[in-house]
C-alpha cells in the first residue's frame, strides 16, 4: 500500500560496486548494451534470472543485484576477462570523438523514442525508427543530439478480457530505475527550462540519456515546481489525453526544446523535425533569432528556414496534427506580441491557404513552410507526399514538389539474432559489424553450409515458439481460465510447421485481418495435415482506435475456435521484446497495407536480415526491392482502391497454396532445401547492406545535412547579413510580381524535327524592373501523354542574351533526345536558390 507523505526528504541510493567493477554503472546508463553483445552478457552473466525479471535493464539489474553476487563476480577471473573486454568495446565506442566539422551540430526532435523494451517511451514503428537513428547516428560517428519527452506513463500496457477485447492500463516509470539521469547545472541542481502557457509558467526538468556517442535529452514537467495538475500532467502519456493535452506536449518538445538546448549550451547548425509534431520549434527560432540578433521576423525566418529539415512520415491526411484557430489564439497570442506580429501571420504559416479563415492550422504545414530541406521515408512515399501537399506548390508540376526521399532503415546490431551474429562471424569478415552497409560484406553469405543456416534459424524458431507458449500460459494465468484453456496454452504452434508472423500497430489501413477473408480456405491452409501453417500475431490499437481493437478481437476469436487454437496464436501486449522474437523466428513475413497508406514500413526488413522471406504488397520499402529480396508480392504496383480487400486475399492464399507451402516443405525432399535457402540467403545479401540504418544515416548526412550546415554557416555569417538581404529581396519581388509577364514566346517548329537536332527557344519578359540575374526563365520539354500531360519532362535554362525597351530576352538551344509527339511550355520563377529541392512554399511561378 502506498502512502502520502507530506513533506518528504528525498535522498538517491546507489548500488556499492566492488573497486574492481567499479565501471559497471557507467556503462549500464548508457544504452550501448542494448546494441553491443559483449555488454549485454556483462549484465546477464551477472544473475540470468534477476536480468530477465528487470526486463533487461541493467540499472534496475544493479539496484537489485545481492552484494555477494557482485563480489564472487569481482572474485572470478572469467568473469573479470569479460569485464576488461566489455570496458575496451565501450572505450572504443563511446569515448572516441565523433566526426565534427567547424563545430557541426545536428539536433533531432521526436515525440517519441523505441531504444529498448525497458523504456517504454514509444508506441510504434515511428518511435524505433528515431531510437535507430541515434544509434545508427553514434555508430556513425555523427555529431547529433536528440530532443524528446519522457513520459511518466509512457505508453500504455495492452492485455486482453475473456472476450479478446484489447483493455490498457498505464503503469508508472520510475525515471530513478531507468538508464536515464537528471541534467545538473553547475551548481549541482537539476537543470530546468520554463516556458509560458496561458494558465501560467511551467517548469520542465531536463533528463539524459546517452546512446552510445549520443545525447537524447528528454523533457519532464511532472516535477513539484508546477502546481497545476494539468501543467504536471503534460508529459504523463504518450498520445494520451484529447487535443488540448496535445498542443501542449507539442509546445513542450518544441519550445521547451529549443530553451533545454540553450541552456545546456548547445547551439545546433541543424535542426531535424522527425514528423511535425516538433515543428514550434521553428516559431522558438525566429523569437530568439529576432532578440539575439536584432532581425525583423521576416529575416528571422529567412535564417531560420535555411537549415531546417523536416521528415514527413504520413502518407493520409487524417494522421496530421490539426489545431483550432480559436486553440491557437489562446495558446500564442501573448507569443505573437513577444514577435511583433499579427496573429493572422503566424496562422498563414500553419495553412495551405492562408485565406482561408476557417482552415485549421497543420504542424505539417508549418513544418514544411520553415524547412528548406523536406524528405519522405520511401521513394513511392516521396510521389504520395508530393501529390498529398502539391497545393502548397500550386503552379508547379507535382513531380516538381520539392520533397525528395530518404528510406528507412533498422539498426542491424539491435535486430539479428545473436545466432545469426555468431555464425557471421564464422564466415564473414571480422570486421563485418564495422562494414554492414556495404553490399560486398555480404556476399561471402553465399559460402555459408545450408545445412548450417537452416539449423541457426530453426533453433531461433523453437526459442520464438517457447516464449509464445509462455506469453501465453501468463496471459491464459491472469485471467482465470479453465485447466483445459491452461493445457492449451503451453502446446500452441508446432516446431516444425510454417510459421508466418504478422506483427504491428494495429491502425485498420494496415488490414491485419486480410488473411481471414475467406476463413474456410484459410483453415484448409492452416490446417493441412501433412503440410501445416500457423499464424503468430501481435499489436496494439491505439486507445481511442475502436476499429482497431475490434481487428484483434476477431482474431482473438479465431484463435480460440476448436480446429484453429493450435494454428493461430495472438500474443498480448507488442512491445520490441515481442518484436524481436518474432522477426527472427518466423519464417514468413505478412505485410498488406493499403498500397499507398505505408509510408516505409520497417518490420519486413527486420525480418529479411534475419533470414525470413517477406510476403507483401508492393508498399514503401519493399516496392523498391522486391525483385531482388527472395520474397513474394501480393498484387501489383497499383495504388489501393476499394473492391482490393477480396483480390488481395486471393492472392495471399493462391502464393501460400501453390507457391510458399509446396517449396517450404520441399526442404524435407531429396534436393529440395536448395530453393527455399537460396532465397533466405538472397534475402540476407539484398536487404541487410541497402536497409541498415547507417546507410539511412549516412544519406541524411550528404544529401540533407551537410547541404545544411553549409546553409547555416553561409547565412549566418556578418551577423545574418545573407538572411536581410534574403527577406528584403523577398519582400521587392513580391511587390513587383504580379506585372512580371511574358511578352512574347518562339513558337513550336511547325515542321517535324529530327531527334539530336537543336531547337532554338526563345523569350522576351516584361521583369517589372527586376534585373535579369532576379529570375529564372526555364523551358520545360517532355513527350505529351494521351490526357495531354507532359511526361518524361526535361527543365533547361534560358539565360538572358539582351534587353531593349521594356523587354529583356533570354534564349538557349535545346535537344531533344525522345522521339514522338512533344511538347514544351516556358516559366519564369525568382531565382531564389540553385537547388530546387529547397524552394519556398508557396513558391511564385508564372507560366507563358
Known amino acids: 500500500m502506498a502512502y502520502q507523505i507530506q513533506p518528504l526528504r528525498e535522498f538517491l541510493m546507489q548500488p556499492s560496486l566492488p573497486p574492481q567493477l567499479e565501471r559497471l554503472s557507467e556503462m549500464a546508463y548508457n544504452l550501448l548494451w542494448s546494441w553491443e553483445p559483449v555488454l549485454r552478457a556483462l549484465f546477464r552473466r551477472l544473475d540470468p534470472v534477476l536480468w530477465q525479471e528487470a526486463g533487461y535493464n541493467p540499472v534496475m539489474a544493479l539496484g537489485r543485484i545481492p552484494q555477494e553476487t557482485l563480489e564472487r563476480a569481482a572474485a572470478d577471473p572469467r568473469y573479470l576477462a569479460l569485464y576488461a573486454h566489455a570496458c575496451e568495446r565501450f572505450d572504443a565506442q563511446v569515448h572516441m570523438r565523433t566526426r565534427d566539422q567547424e563545430g557541426d551540430l545536428i539536433a533531432y526532435f521526436s515525440a517519441e523514442y523505441g531504444m529498448t523494451e525497458c523504456l517504454p517511451i514509444y508506441s510504434g514503428g515511428l518511435g524505433v525508427l528515431s531510437g535507430d537513428h541515434l544509434k545508427s547516428a553514434s555508430d556513425c560517428e555523427v555529431p547529433l543530439v536528440g530532443v524528446g519527452l519522457l513520459y511518466q506513463s509512457g505508453y500504455f500496457r495492452q492485455y486482453l478480457n475473456p472476450d479478446g477485447w484489447q483493455q490498457e492500463r498505464f503503469p508508472v516509470n520510475d525515471f530513478y530505475s531507468l538508464p536515464v539521469r537528471p541534467v545538473q547545472d553547475e551548481a549541482g541542481r537539476d537543470l530546468k527550462v520554463s516556458v509560458t502557457l496561458p494558465s501560467g509558467a511551467v517548469a520542465i526538468r531536463v533528463w539524459r540519456m546517452d546512446v552510445g556517442r549520443v545525447r537524447l535529452y528528454l523533457l519532464d514537467t511532472n516535477i513539484p515546481d508546477n502546481a497545476l495538475p494539468q501543467d504536471r500532467s503534460i508529459t504523463d502519456q504518450l498520445y494520451g489525453g484529447d487535443v488540448d493535452t496535445r498542443i501542449r506536449q507539442e509546445i513542450i518538445l518544441g519550445i521547451g526544446g ?172 571480422p570486421d563485418w559489424r564495422e562494414r554492414a552497409d556495404d553490399p560486398a560484406t555480404w556476399e561471402l553469405v553465399r559460402e555459408i553450409p545450408d545445412e548450417e543456416l537452416e539449423e541457426v534459424h530453426r533453433r531461433q524458431k523453437r526459442r520464438m515458439i517457447t516464449f509464445a507458449r509462455r506469453m501465453q500460459r501468463q496471459a491464459a494465468e491472469r485471467r482465470n481460465v479453465s485447466p483445459v484453456e491452461l493445457r492449451r496454452a503451453s502446446e500452441v504452434l508446432d516446431p516444425n510447421a510454417l510459421t508466418i508472423g504478422f506483427a504491428r500497430r494495429f491502425a485498420t489501413y494496415k488490414r491485419a485481418t486480410l488473411i481471414f477473408k475467406d476463413i474456410d480456405r484459410l483453415t484448409r491452409i492452416l490446417c493441412d495435415e501433412e503440410r501445416p501453417v500457423q499464424l503468430v500475431i501481435a499489436g496494439k490499437a491505439h486507445p481511442k482506435d475502436q476499429g482497431g481493437k475490434g481487428l484483434i478481437r476477431e482474431i482473438v476469436q479465431y484463435s480460440h475456435h476448436p480446429e484453429l487454437w493450435r494454428h493461430i496464436v495472438f500474443i498480448e501486449d507488442y512491445d520490441m521484446k515481442i518484436a524481436r522474437e518474432l522477426v527472427q523466428g518466423c519464417d514468413i513475413w505478412l505485410n498488406n497495407p493499403r498500397r499507398g497508406e505505408e509510408a516505409c514500413g520497417t518490420s519486413g526488413m527486420k525480418a529479411a536480415m534475419n533470414g525470413v522471406l517477406n510476403l507483401s504488397i508492393l508498399d514503401g520499402w519493399f516496392d523498391e526491392v522486391f525483385e531482388d529480396s527472395g520474397g513474394w508480392a501480393i498484387g501489383e504496383r497499383d495504388l489501393y482502391r476499394e473492391g482490393q480487400d477480396d483480390l488481395h486475399a486471393s492472392a495471399i492464399y493462391y502464393l501460400l497454396e501453390n507457391e510458399i507451402v509446396p517449396m517450404y516443405y520441399a526442404r524435407h525432399e531429396a534436393g529440395g532445401r536448395a530453393e527455399w535457402m537460396r532465397r533466405m540467403k538472397q534475402s540476407i545479401i539484398q536487404i541487410s547492406p541497402r536497409f541498415d540504418c547507417r546507410r539511412m544515416v549516412r544519406e541524411y548526412y550528404s544529401q540533407l545535412y551537410q547541404p545544411a550546415h553549409a546553409a547555416f554557416w553561409e547565412t549566418s555569417r556578418d551577423n545574418f547579413a545573407k538572411a536581410r538581404e534574403k527577406a528584403n529581396w523577398n519582400s521587392r519581388i513580391a511587390e513587383v510580381w504580379d506585372r512580371v509577364r511574358f511578352l512574347e514566346a518562339s513558337p513550336a517548329p511547325s515542321i517535324p524535327v529530327t531527334s539530336g537536332r537543336s531547337v532554338r527557344v526563345r523569350a522576351a519578359i516584361d521583369l517589372a524592373g527586376l534585373r535579369a540575374d532576379d529570375v529564372r526563365v526555364e523551358v520545360v520539354l517532355g513527350r505529351v501523354g494521351p490526357h495531354g500531360y507532359l511526361l518524361d519532362t526535361e527543365v533547361s535554362v534560358l539565360p538572358p542574351q539582351e534587353s531593349h525597351d521594356a523587354a529583356t530576352v533570354f534564349a538557349t538551344e535545346i535537344t531533344p533526345q525522345q522521339t514522338g509527339r512533344l511538347g514544351w511550355s516556358l516559366r519564369i520563377t525568382p531565382n531564389h536558390c540553385e537547388d530546387p529541392l529547397t524552394r519556398p512554399c508557396p513558391d511564385l511561378v508564372r507560366w507563358a
Open 258 to 429: 529549443m530553451r533545454a538546448l540553450r541552456a545546456l549550451g548547445l547551439n545546433p547548425t541543424v535542426y531535424h523535425m522527425n514528423e511535425g509534431h516538433s515543428a514550434f520549434l521553428a516559431l522558438e527560432r525566429v523569437r530568439v533569432l529576432m532578440e539575439t540578433y536584432g532581425l525583423n521576423f521576416d529575416e528571422a525566418l529567412e535564417a531560420c528556414r535555411s537549415n531546417n529539415v523536416f521528415t514527413t512520415h504520413t502518407p493520409v491526411p487524417a494522421g496530421i496534427d490539426l489545431f483550432d484557430p480559436g486553440m491557437m489564439y489562446y495558446y500564442f497570442q501573448d507569443y505573437c506580441r513577444e514577435l511583433g506580429i499579427p496573429f493572422d501571420r503566424l496562422l498563414a504559416l500553419g495553412r495551405r491557404d492562408p485565406d482561408d479563415g476557417d482552415e485549421r492550422f497543420s504542424m505539417a504545414v508549418l513544418a514544411l513552410k520553415t524547412s528548406s530541406y523536406r524528405n519522405a521515408v520511401s521513394r513511392l512515399h516521396r510521389h504520395v507526399s508530393q501529390s498529398m501537399w502539391s497545393s502548397l506548390w500550386p503552379n508547379l508540376p507535382q513531380w516538381e514538389v520539392p520533397i525528395t526521399s530518404v528510406t528507412n532503415g533498422v539498426h542491424l546490431p539491435s535486430w539479428l539474432s545473436r545466432g545469426l551474429a555468431d555464425l557471421y562471424d564464422q564466415y564473414l569478415q
